[in-house]
């Protein structure tokens, strides 16, 4: 059974950095295109970043510039970099993975204020 675990998530000013986790177990992560979105409150579900197996990125508007996914296969974990944090990137931040079936983590909270 496959799980992902994020970890990372947490309080930061305007302005400030994060890096999330995401740690896969169960499966062949390698082959899986790996995915982060968010969810704020009040807010439908949202596609921050992806990244295909062979490395492929794409990226939602608003991270382009500010935010890097990146994977390593070797420890199947992948992240979320995020820079110039804005209090409207305040969210549940939930990773997720897919090939022929998904699996989602629990989701981690990152919280932007003064």
């Known amino acids: 059974q496959g799980q992902l675990v994020e970890s990372g998530g947490g309080s930061v000013q305007p302005g400030g950095s994060l890096t999330l986790s995401c740690d896969a177990s169960?499966?062949?992560?390698?082959?899986?295109?790996a995915r982060w979105y968010r969810q704020a409150p009040g807010k439908q579900r949202e596609l921050v970043a992806q990244?295909?197996?062979?490395?492929?990125?794409k990226y939602a508007d608003f991270a382009t510039g500010r935010f890097t996914i990146s994977r390593d296969n070797a420890k199947s974990t992948f992240y979320l970099q995020m820079s110039g944090l804005r209090a409207d990137d305040t969210a549940v931040y939930l990773c997720?993975?897919?090939?022929?079936?998904?699996?989602w983590g629990q989701g981690t909270q990152v919280t932007v204020s003064s």
């Open positions: 990244m295909a197996p062979a490395g492929t990125t």
């Open positions: 169960g499966f062949t992560f390698s082959i899986y295109t």
């Open positions: 997720s993975v897919d090939f022929y079936v998904s699996y």
